[in-house]
């Protein structure tokens, strides 16, 4: 089977920077089967990049490599780095854009219930444990010359993605580090009442709003959703299967608010990072 490498970033379809980015891999190895998961991440929004990544790698083929792109400190000190998991290869800078492929990957023993803290929005370092390695990209012996201060993706990147794919090791394009950077992970806040308080995570392509908030989060199905100013009662288990607004477990797991033959991003004013409760019946 051909290798496969995947492609997240912020660039878009309107300019040439992703296909430049393919010619490099191609260029190095031509055999290579490049698959794009995602150019509309929205621009330098990493969680939202780590959030998509994590969702769509482990469809991958084991030993796949996935290359994530959302680099607002392109040129900086901030490095790039290649993370190894016992089923693939991760090419990306060191910014925070694997935060949620380590935060499932690392065991819980004493990272709050294996999760990262909740809203401080700065890099924290973690150490790898057990079963993830990385490597800090610093041999330019692979990169492409000279190298753009401004386009990573084209002169490092991709390049190296072409040399994992053709088979080299990882250690062999830097010096082994056992920490990472990760952004803090958003989980859904329990209030005194017992209700839960999340957030927008993502907005898909139809509309629909995806919230940090699981399907194990929930106890049971008798539950009333607030989104903006509606409420929704309970939740449905596919898109067409009531009217208007609705809650569903969507396929990744999250809880998302939809509307049938509508885009419930637009019908509720809602965008990324605004809040969803979830209001839990009173027993009493």
């Not at 300019?15 to 393919?22: E, G, I, S």
């Not at 055999?31 to 969680?47: G, M, R, V, Y």
């Not at 017992?194 to 919230?211: A, E, K, P, R, W």
Request: glycine fraction near 10%; hydrophobic fraction near 40%.
């Amino acid at each position: 089977m051909a290798p496969i490498i995947t492609l997240t970033t912020d660039f878009g379809f309107g300019d040439a920077y992703v296909a430049v980015m393919k010619g490099v891999i191609l260029s190095t190895n031509p055999e290579a089967n490049i698959i794009d998961i995602t150019h509309s991440i929205k621009q330098q929004n990493i969680l939202q990049a780590a959030f998509i990544l994590n969702t769509a790698y482990r469809y991958f083929p084991r030993q796949t490599v996935h290359v994530a792109i959302v680099d607002p400190g392109v040129g900086s000190e901030r490095q790039g780095i290649i993370l190894k998991t016992p089923s693939a290869l991760f090419v990306a800078p060191d910014n925070g854009i694997l935060s949620y492929v380590i935060d499932d990957l690392c065991p819980k023993e004493g990272r709050g219930e294996g999760r990262l803290a909740q809203y401080p929005e700065s890099l924290e370092t973690v150490t790898l444990m057990k079963g993830l390695e990385a490597v800090a990209i610093t041999d330019p012996r692979f990169w492409r010359h000279p190298v753009s201060p401004t386009f990573h993706g084209r002169d490092i990147f991709a390049p190296v993605a072409a040399g994992l794919s053709l088979g080299i090791s990882p250690y062999e394009f830097g010096d082994k580090t056992n920490s990472l950077h990760v952004l803090p992970i958003r989980q859904p806040i329990l209030d005194s009442r017992g209700d839960l308080t999340g957030q927008i995570l993502h907005v898909d392509s139809f509309g629909n709003l995806i919230t940090n908030i699981k399907s194990s989060d929930l106890p049971h199905r008798d539950i009333i959703i607030q989104a903006g100013r509606e409420y929704i009662r309970g939740l449905n288990r596919y898109y067409d299967e009531g009217e208007g607004l609705m809650a569903i477990i969507g396929s990744s797991g999250y809880l998302e608010i939809s509307l049938k033959n509508g885009r419930a991003s637009d019908f509720l004013s809602m965008t990324l990072g605004d809040e969803i409760k979830v209001i839990l019946p009173n027993d009493g």
